[in-house]
């Protein structure tokens, strides 16, 4: 199983009819269960060298349609992290404030410093989902919006951030399974939001924006990953992975010793 | 054991030397380390049912001297909580902005809104201790901090938020053994800053103010609690297990589902 199988290449690989919501690369459950606490380690030691180190950064930008699995993949994955240096957002529907500013604004500030991880639960790409879908703002609104992020994302590249996409992509019926157990379990209501049928019944609209964004802002220094959902092993496995790659591939290094502390002697 | 003989009550409780920095509360090594995992899912379950609930918040104060281990408690307890609704801040020197503002008003920011943790890496209480210990300043002006602070976290307190602070308790002799380890081993030297030394340097001017502070800040609402910390596998268990008590104290609930949603079915 290739890695970059997960991650949009090209207009061509955009398509989300080209990628199974219930594909499991070849993985056993079990497999794949076993694995997990070892990558978790592995994930956490590369951590704390980031944070040593002081120097880069790591952005986890997680968004996919509702009961997609945002907040089980911050549970279970990012859940290994440690939480010095660990910074959840998630992103609601702008305030007053907020949308009295440019879309960016409130999502700069939420960007880790070097030596951190953030991880966004939805994102500045909800400013391009939502208004087009629900056709709230022009055309002429909307549209520069792909720019401005691809530029963005670039000044957070450039200034040693990381940046990886993920996109949780779960079949219709899954979907459907998960909100009616939403709706039938007294310890799951209260994630369930009637809003969220409105948007279900736009599935295939929300689906045009997304290959649009896909398209669009799926780049070298800050790529998109469709991640296969419905199964929600592969996808903490598979999430895991791309993490732990993208940190290897930093060759995050500890700091060296600072000049005349070799041999000291505490008294 | 009773959780309540770590918990700071009245002039009595605040001496230091009242609390064995390698206390074990009777209990086995193995016995604290078995029982952590089911610790720490038992708070994980809590806090979902806080974030769930959406009403009151927790926030946990740490100090503690240099490697007393604030933030092995953070990785290891601290790590067991969700990081969605999980915020970890580490207080540093003030910066230029935030020493032109009154001493609360950066803290202020980030304390924990309805339905989150947040956890404190040092906090208000080092805009006491430092510049009473290095005289930065005079103390007409440190001296009122006391009562600023206890009306704070009784505004926190009001508000819904549970304020529970740790004094993490080394002894001298273990400090020094951490930080020489520091110094030994590469992959910890980066922790190592010199400046450490002059606080081991003043350990008793810290002792006596730390001693004030739990005087005149252990309240019922916003109590502070000495943490033996000499042994590590103690540490955790304990601050677990007072989190984990003060959370069932706050009896949460999860919220009642809205009206209409009974027997749905979703298409």
């Known amino acids: 199983m290739d890695l970059d199988d997960y991650r949009v290449r090209g207009a061509g690989k955009a398509k989300l009819s080209e990628y199974k919501p219930d594909d499991n690369g070849g993985l056993e459950r079990a497999e794949a269960e076993a694995e997990l606490p070892d990558l978790l380690r592995r994930m956490q030691d590369l951590q704390q060298c980031l944070y ?50 440019d879309f960016l604004w409130r999502i700069h500030h939420h960007v880790p410093p070097a030596g951190h991880v953030a991880i966004f639960n939805r994102s500045h790409y909800e400013d391009i989902l939502v208004p087009t879908v629900e056709k709230l703002q022009p055309k002429h609104v909307i549209e520069p919006r792909y720019d401005h992020i691809r530029r963005f994302e670039e000044l957070l ?42 948007a279900r019944a736009a599935w295939d609209e929300f689906t ?60």
């Open 157 to 198: 590249h450039d200034s040693g951030t990381c940046v990886l996409k993920f996109f949780l992509h779960i079949s219709k019926d899954e979907q459907r399974e998960r909100l009616q157990e939403r709706l039938d379990s007294p310890e799951k209501r209260w994630k369930f939001d009637p809003h969220d049928l409105n």
């Open 208 to 267: 045009a924006v997304y290959q649009q964004i896909f398209v669009r802002t799926s780049t070298e220094d800050a790529p998109w990953h469709i991640i296969p959902a419905d199964r929600k092993w592969f996808r903490n496995w598979l999430v895991a992975r791309i993490i732990i790659r993208a940190l290897e591939r930093m060759d995050l290094q500890y700091p060296a010793s600072p000049p005349g502390l070799e041999g000291m002697k505490i008294v």
């Open 52 to 101: 040593a180190e002081k120097k880069r950064s790591l952005l986890l930008v997680l968004q996919g349609r509702d009961a997609s699995g945002k907040d089980g993949t911050i549970k279970h994955v990012a859940g290994g992290f440690n939480p010095l240096g660990t910074h959840v957002m998630a992103f609601k529907a702008p305030n007053e404030l907020e949308r009295a500013h």
